[in-house]
């Protein structure tokens, strides 16, 4: 099931051609004169004055110094061939006129069409992931950029390591026409989200979100239903979204977790979305938290 609006960082029609990517299938891939290439530096992006993605041609980023693991692979946007490249420093980019600066990712997400969102959070994760695991889990020795960086291998034990993603359930509990939010002691004052926690090993998502939302506010919850989820590239998120449901109204809150939490009518939520109360801040519409709220008032 999906959410009436596209889920942000998902949807890019990408091939990933994961059986393309021999050394001479990515050297041609490269010298193709359709091919492009975006700019990262340390997960920001690079971006024209407009706040879109800049996109270059790969061979214009030969001899930059460029970061492991060198040009990374995207994949086919239908036949053209898709790279990003992680540049070791900032000031490089200023080989590519003055009107270009790096951002960051949470800022883009809002202003990003659903495509080149999906881009940059798929380059960012990627990158992420290859920059906390450059050494082999297995021996220690430093591993390899493999396949146009869609994994690594290590020289020495010959173990192959592959991107993480972790899972996450993120869940909206709801007793009637109520539901609870609750704020990060890192938030500011008035801001709520769904609860959320990662998935421990031998866990289904179901379970997760059981055992989380008792950990943190007390409350048993009954039915958690699987709605919809969201790549998440902070770093390396899929965010679960859920329902699950509650006779319960008495919290105890593990103040380690959470600051607060509290219950929200729909008419609140409704109020917040269109702007005709300020009770609390909502996540942004790009957020999964968002759409799962709005898909439940909308109900
Ligand atoms: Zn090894």
Same mark, same amino acid.
């Given at each position: 099931?999906? @959410?009436?609006?596209?889920?942000?960082?998902?949807?890019?029609?990408?091939? !990933?051609?994961?059986?393309?990517?021999?050394? =001479?299938?990515?050297?041609?891939? #490269?010298?193709?004169?359709?091919?492009?290439?975006? $700019?990262?530096?340390?997960?920001?992006?690079?971006?024209?004055?407009?706040?879109?993605?800049?996109?270059?041609?790969?061979?214009?980023?030969?001899?930059?110094?460029?970061?492991?693991?060198?040009?990374?692979?995207?994949? !086919?946007?239908?036949?053209?061939?898709?790279?990003?490249?992680?540049?070791?420093?900032?000031?490089?980019?200023?080989?590519?006129?003055?009107? $270009?600066?790096?951002?960051?990712?949470?800022?883009?997400?809002?202003?990003?069409?659903?495509?080149?969102?999906?881009?940059?959070?798929?380059?960012?994760?990627?990158?992420?992931?290859?920059?906390?695991?450059? %050494?082999?889990?297995?021996?220690?020795?430093? +591993?390899?950029?493999?396949?146009?960086?869609?994994?690594?291998?290590? @020289?020495?034990?010959? #173990?192959?390591? %592959?991107?993480?993603?972790?899972?996450?359930?993120?869940?909206?509990?709801?007793?009637?026409?109520?539901?609870?939010?609750?704020?990060?002691?890192?938030? @500011?004052?008035?801001?709520?989200? /769904?609860? /959320?926690?990662?998935?421990?090993?031998?866990?289904?998502?179901?379970?997760?979100?059981?055992? =989380?939302?008792?950990?943190?506010?007390?409350?048993?919850? #009954?039915?958690?239903?699987?709605?919809?989820?969201?790549?998440?590239?902070?770093? +390396?998120?899929?965010?679960?979204?859920?329902?699950?449901? #509650?006779?319960?109204?008495?919290?105890?809150?593990?103040?380690?977790?959470?600051?607060?939490?509290?219950?929200?009518?729909?008419?609140?939520?409704?109020?917040?979305?269109?702007?005709?109360?300020?009770?609390?801040?909502?996540?942004?519409?790009?957020?999964?938290?968002?759409?799962?709220?709005? =898909?439940?008032?909308?109900?």
């Amino acid at each position: 099931m999906s @959410p009436d609006t596209p889920i942000a960082f998902a949807g890019a029609p990408i091939d !990933l051609a994961e059986n393309q990517r021999t050394t =001479e299938e990515l050297t041609a891939f #490269t010298k193709d004169k359709r091919a492009k290439a975006i $700019v990262l530096n340390e997960g920001k992006i690079l971006v024209g004055e407009d706040g879109k993605l800049i996109d270059l041609h790969p061979t214009a980023l030969i001899g930059k110094n460029i970061y492991d693991p060198g040009p990374l692979f995207l994949g !086919l946007d239908v036949d053209i061939p898709l790279f990003a490249f992680s540049l070791a420093a900032p000031e490089e980019a200023d080989l590519f006129g003055d009107r $270009v600066s790096f951002q960051s990712l949470r800022k883009l997400a809002s202003m990003l069409g659903s495509h080149d969102l999906s881009l940059a959070g798929r380059a960012k994760s990627l990158f992420d992931w290859h920059r906390a695991h450059k %050494f082999c889990a297995m021996c220690g020795k430093e +591993s390899k950029p493999k396949s146009g960086g869609v994994s690594r291998r290590c @020289p020495n034990c010959s #173990t192959d390591h %592959f991107p993480r993603v972790n899972p996450v359930a993120i869940m909206l509990v709801i007793n009637g026409d109520k539901c609870l939010l609750g704020r990060s002691a890192a938030w @500011p004052e008035g801001a709520f989200s /769904a609860l /959320a926690g990662f998935v421990s090993a031998g866990e289904t998502i179901e379970e997760a979100c059981q055992r =989380e939302v008792f950990e943190e506010v007390g409350i048993k919850v #009954t039915k958690p239903v699987y709605k919809f989820c969201q790549p998440w590239p902070y770093p +390396s998120q899929l965010m679960m979204g859920m329902y699950c449901f #509650t006779d319960e109204t008495e919290m105890t809150i593990d103040t380690k977790e959470i600051a607060e939490a509290r219950w929200f009518t729909k008419e609140t939520i409704k109020g917040v979305f269109d702007g005709a109360n300020t009770d609390f801040v909502c996540p942004p519409d790009f957020t999964i938290a968002h759409q799962l709220m709005k =898909e439940w008032v909308n109900s």
